[in-house]
């Protein structure tokens, strides 16, 4: 069965960093492309950051340009999400899923209805 599992979250302070992590099982991610999502309290899960199945292309909504940066190893089947300069609007459940035949920028926009396979998801609060 595919499941994802998210790690990484946690407690961080305006400025800091932390480093999530998307592994997969009962599929290989090699052709697919992986994309995070974030849900904020009381609001609509967005598309934050995607990346082809091939990890040449990558897409990040405007918010974390800069700040954020996706990669992947197919080898260990897991994608991560390195966030710096976090910021308290960062703060949410992050999770990850899975999509071909998508152009990595289609994907990120398309709402949490579309897809079908989701983890729990991992905490990330920004507080001083």
């Known amino acids: 069965q595919l499941q994802f599992v998210e790690s990484g979250g946690g407690l961080v302070q305006p400025g800091g960093s932390l480093r999530l992590s998307c592994a997969a099982s009962g599929f290989t991610l090699d052709y697919y492309a992986i994309g995070w999502f974030r849900q904020a309290p009381g609001k609509e899960r967005e598309g934050v950051s995607c990346?082809?199945?091939?990890?040449?292309?990558?897409y990040y909504r405007d918010s974390v340009k800069g700040r954020f940066t996706i990669s992947r190893d197919n080898a260990k089947n897991t994608v991560y999400l390195q966030m710096n300069s976090l910021k308290p609007e960062d703060t949410g459940v992050y999770h990850c899923?899975?999509?071909?035949?998508?152009?990595?920028?289609?994907?990120?926009?398309?709402?949490?209805?579309?897809?079908?396979?989701w983890g729990q998801g991992t905490q990330v609060t920004v507080s001083s």
């Open positions: 990346i082809s199945s091939s990890g040449g292309v990558t």
């Open positions: 899923t899975a999509a071909s035949g998508t152009t990595v920028q289609a994907m990120c926009a398309r709402p949490e209805t579309f897809y079908s396979y």
